[in-house]
Nanobody
Framework: QVQLVESGGGLVQAGGSLRLSCAAS????????MGWFRQAPGKEREFVAA????????YYTDSVKGRFTISRDNAKNTVYLQMNSLKPEDTAVYYC??????????????WGQGTQVTVSS
């Protein structure tokens, strides 16, 4: 069992940066891949990024490549999403998830409660 708590969301101007954190409880954190997803109002939840259990492999959706970086610190049971050059279309609730490496939200059994990111133009 893994409990996840996101933090770091907020309001930022276009072109700005935010770093999201996802703190996990449970001794098995390092055995899970971690993913970030987002959901904008009226839209389906979409994949943003994922990282393997070791941190050695990372995956991104095309719209965030070169702007977002996913990383993890297994000693701190935390996964991060560094978001640079933010755009208004990045506005969404961001969720972290634990499970196998996948871009499909249905593959992840464990989810956080989400953190709001709002990018103003």
């Amino acid at each position: 069992q893994v409990q996840l708590v996101e933090s770091g969301g907020g309001l930022v101007q276009a072109g700005g940066s935010l770093r999201l954190s996802c703190a996990a409880s449970g001794r098995t954190f390092s055995s899970y891949a971690m993913g970030w997803f987002r959901q904008a109002p009226g839209k389906e939840r979409e994949f943003v990024a994922a990282i393997s259990w070791s941190g050695g492999s990372t995956y991104y959706t095309d719209s965030v490549k070169g702007r977002f970086t996913i990383s993890r610190d297994n000693a701190k049971n935390t996964v991060y999403l560094q978001m640079n050059s933010l755009k208004p279309e990045d506005t969404a609730v961001y969720y972290c998830a634990a499970g196998p490496v996948s871009s499909s939200s249905s593959a992840y059994p464990y989810w956080g409660q989400g953190t709001q990111v709002t990018v103003s133009s």
